[in-house]
């Protein structure tokens, strides 16, 4: 995959616009985040649209992008900003405006028809920072 074509899935993830994940993922797609795991486009799906898209304005920047046949892997900063507050999300209780950063290195294997078939996420650091600013690394989050 080249990297044009990495960044428009990252646009348009950008937009939560999930027909993205039918146009870049296989459809057993296998993901390991932390703790949590899931395989298949629904499970994306349903990661995203029921447990961060309702809670969070998530936004992804890549610093950095390297590929070769059959894989890319990039340093991922995402930016999670609480919409609302809410006594359940999947950080835990949020006021509307606390934010939640995540850094850290994601590897995509790719397959022959050029879509995502397991995508492994590690982590450097995520920080909780409430509305009165106070920042804490929490590790990782599931």
């Known amino acids: 995959m080249d990297e ?5 899935y990252i646009r348009r993830f950008n937009e939560e616009d999930d027909t993205t994940f039918d146009d870049y993922l296989a459809a057993d797609v296998h993901v390991k985040n932390g703790t949590l795991e899931f395989t298949g486009i629904d499970g994306m799906k349903h990661h995203y649209r029921e447990l961060i898209w309702p809670d969070y304005v998530e936004r992804l920047t890549v610093p950095r992008f390297v590929s070769d046949e059959g894989r890319a892997a990039i340093q991922m900063n995402t930016l999670f900003t609480a919409r609302h507050d809410a006594d359940e999300s999947l950080f835990g209780p949020v006021k509307k405006g606390e934010t939640f950063e995540f850094d850290g290195v994601i590897m995509y294997e790719i397959d022959k028809n ?8 590690a982590y450097n650091s995520f920080v ?3 509305t009165a ?7 990782i989050p599931h």
Not at 114 to 121: A, G, K, N, P
Not at 133 to 139: H, I, Q, T, V, Y
Request: hydrophobic share 25%.
């Open 4 to 8: 044009t074509h990495f960044r428009d």
């Open 114 to 121: 050029d879509r995502f078939s397991d995508i492994l996420v």
């Open 128 to 130: 909780h920072t409430d």
């Open 133 to 139: 600013g106070n920042s804490r690394d929490l590790g």
